[in-house]
Every structure is written in C-alpha cells, then in structure tokens.
C-alpha cells in the first residue's frame, strides 16, 4: 500500500491550496480516508474523514466551513480543498487510511493504518 501526496506550498492568507493524495495497492471500499496534520513541535491531529461507504465526510471545528474532503473512485486519490486558508493552518499534512469502517470515521491517529509521507502547507 502506497499513498503520495502532494499539491502542498505556500500561499497567503486567505488564499487556497488543493491537496491530493494518490492510493495505490489499496482499495477505498470499506475504508475511511483522512487527513491529519501536524505543525512542529506539536502532535499530529486529525483534520478531515470520508468514509466510502456512506459518502458521510467529517471535519476538524477549525476547519469547518473552509475545508473539504473528496475521493475520485477512478482515480483512487482523495483530495484536500482548503480555502480562505490562516496561517494557523500552517503544518505538514497526511493522508491516512483505515480499514474496516462501514458508516463512520474514526479520527484518532492509532486508528489508520496506511500513511503517506506529506506534503507541507504554509500559510504567511
């Protein structure tokens, strides 16, 4: 199992960035997709969850309204849409994957299993 991502960079407040992660050797039904992030010196926090099964998508409250989680099927790669970004959302993001969700996510860092490397956001 293989996760990449990528589109990270930096951009101004309030500018937008769109994260991608690419899935390979992994399959998304069944399973839960996140992202999580973590600035330095802190720990790695969740930040947003879809589930394949229910399409049910769920959000970090600092980034409610402003961020948002999608998958293409085809294209096994989940996606990050981040707008009217602050520089607190400044960090290293990863895409995570757990197995064995039907309905729900979970969103605690033990609970995935497959991570990529990430891909740095920052926000002046």
């Known amino acids: 199992v293989q996760l990449v991502e990528s589109g990270g960079g930096s951009v101004q407040a309030g500018g937008s960035l769109r994260l991608s992660c690419a899935a390979s050797?992994?399959?998304?039904?069944?399973?839960?997709m996140g992202w999580f992030r973590q600035a330095p010196g802190k720990e790695r926090g969740w930040v947003a969850a879809?589930?394949?099964?229910?399409?049910?998508?769920y959000y970090a409250d600092s980034v409610k309204g402003r961020f948002s989680i999608s998958v293409d099927y085809v294209k096994n790669t989940v996606y990050l849409e981040m707008m009217n970004l602050k520089p607190e959302d400044t960090s290293m993001y990863y895409c995570?994957?757990?197995?064995?969700?039907?309905?729900?996510?979970?969103?605690?860092?033990?609970?995935?299993?497959?991570w990529g490397q990430g891909t740095q956001v920052t926000v002046s």
């Open positions: 050797g992994y399959t998304f039904s069944g399973s839960c």
């Open positions: 995570a994957a757990a197995s064995g969700y039907r309905w729900t996510c979970p969103t605690r860092v033990t609970d995935f299993e497959y």
């Open positions: 879809m589930n394949s099964g229910s399409d049910n998508t």
